[in-house]
């Protein structure tokens, strides 16, 4: 994701999260996480990076 600057915070603030639910269930790409972007994820797909599913967590 070189060259990818928040249009919110104008940093990296990315991290890679799938999204559990709702009409956008199974997109993955990144999200913020600034509290900007965190609220314009939240609005565009009901999850920020908070909520969302992060594929490098070990779930054993």
Request: aromatic fraction near 8%; charge should be neutral.
């Amino acid at each position: 994701m070189a060259g990818a600057y928040c249009k919110f915070c104008g940093h990296r603030c990315f991290v890679y999260r799938i999204i559990p639910d709702g009409p956008q269930k199974g997109w993955a790409g990144h999200l913020a996480t600034c509290p900007r972007g965190m609220a314009h994820d939240r609005e565009q797909t009901g999850h920020d990076h908070t909520t969302a599913i992060n594929p490098s967590q070990d779930s054993d």
